[in-house]
C-alpha cells in the first residue's frame, strides 16, 4: 500500500500550484494532470522535482503504438514516478509503452510505475452501452481491461474504489489499484459517481488514493491532507 495520499495538482498554473504546495511542510506525492502539464510543460515536472515532490503524471496517452512508445521514452526522461494509459489502446500499445519507459529511463535510475484507465469513472454503463457498443456490464469490462492490462505487462490500472477487490481478486494483490473519487466524510460528491472515504477504500482494497478537492478545495488544505493521511493509514 502507498501510505502517501496522492494529491491532484488540478490547477491551471505553476503560479496557483506553488502557492498550494507552500502550505504544506514536507514534500508529497502529487498528480499532475493534463490541465496543469499541457499549459506549462515538462518545466512543472522539473520544478516539482527540485521540491522533491514524488509524481503521477496523468497523461492518459491512447494512440498508435508505435507514437505511445516514443512519446513515453521521451517522457521517462523526466523521472517521474508513475504515468498511465488508456487500455483500450490496446496490449500492443500497452506493451510498446512499457518498453518505450524502460529504454528512457536515465541509467541507474528506477523506472515509474506505468497503470493503465480502464472505463473511465465518469463513464456510466447506458454511455458505455450506447456509445462504445460494448454490451457487457461495466464492471466485466473493468475487469476486462484490468486482466489485459496485466498481461501487458503494466504495473495495475486507476479504477473505482469499488472496483478494487474485484481487480485485486482476479489480478493479485501486487497489481496496483490507484483510486480516485475519494471524498471525507461531509464533503460533496461534485461530478464524481461513485465516491468512498480514505478508511473505506483500505477496506475495499485501494492500493493508492488520489484525492483533488477534498484537499485542494478545502479552507485547510494541509489539515485535510493529514486527515486524508491519517484514515488512509487507519490511524483513525
Ligand atoms: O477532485 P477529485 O478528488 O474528484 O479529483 C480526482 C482526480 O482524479 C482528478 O484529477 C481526476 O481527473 C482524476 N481521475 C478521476 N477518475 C479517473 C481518472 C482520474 O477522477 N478515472
Redesign the pocket.
Known sequence: MEREPIV?L?FPTWEISKSFLEKFETPLFV?V?MELYLQNGPVIIEELKKMEHRIFL?L?LHDIPNTVGRAMKGLAQLEIDMINVHAAGGMEMMERAMEGLVQGTPAGKERARLIS?T????TSEHQMKREQLITVPLMDSVLHYAKITKEAGLDGV???PHEASAIKDVCGDDFLRVT????LKGDSA???NR?ASPSEARTFGSSAI????????AAEPAESYRKVKMEWEGQV
Open positions: 491532484a488540478d498528480k494532470g496523468d492518459k484507465v472505463q473511465l469513472t465518469s486507476v479504477c473505482s480516485p473519487g475519494i471524498r461534485q461530478d464524481q465516491i488520489v484525492v483533488g478537492r477534498s484537499i485542494t478545495g
